[in-house]
């Protein structure tokens, strides 16, 4: 398996980022793949102007696709532009994907997009296999967030008297 690209990688410059993934599932694996794009739909992303929000990954004879993942229209590109939310194919070794698909089949884990992002001038996308958070582990996770949040300003008083 690839690693997913560290953050503070100078030649990684996000593009689109799933925050409400965070919120919503518990993070078990992680993968950098590539995306099968139209000019197009590159040159819109160097805009910014991609979505994440309600995107996932669905497997299918034996290829996999990022479904619902919103790119806008490049303005310039006329009639010859791409549909917003088409599939794109994802790019990635035959294994991983086949063992992430066996992943997927058992119940309650699902695959989706983290991150849109440019690295070396390529578009990638870094992907989770993800098992959602009921609606108590929602509510620990922003309860610890705030605690951590205290403290934090609680040091930085302390160090400022």
Known sequence: MRPAASKGDPSRRVI???????????IEDRMEVGLALSGSEVKSLREGRANLKDSFVQFRNGEAFLVNAHVSPYGPAS????????DR?????????????AD????????IPLQLYFKNAKVKAEIALVK?????????TLREKDLKREADRDMRERRRS
Not at 79 to 86: I, L, M, S, V, Y
Not at 90 to 96: D, N, P, S, V
Not at 104 to 111: K, L, Q
């Open 79 to 86: 009639w010859t532009g791409h549909a917003p939310e088409r």
């Open 16 to 26: 689109a980022t799933n925050r409400k993934a965070y919120h919503d599932y518990f």
């Open 104 to 111: 997927v089949a058992r119940s309650g884990v699902t695959c």
């Open 89 to 101: 194919k994802i790019l990635a070794h035959r294994r991983e994907l086949d063992r992430w698909a």
């Open 132 to 140: 959602g958070k009921k609606l108590h582990d929602k509510r620990d």
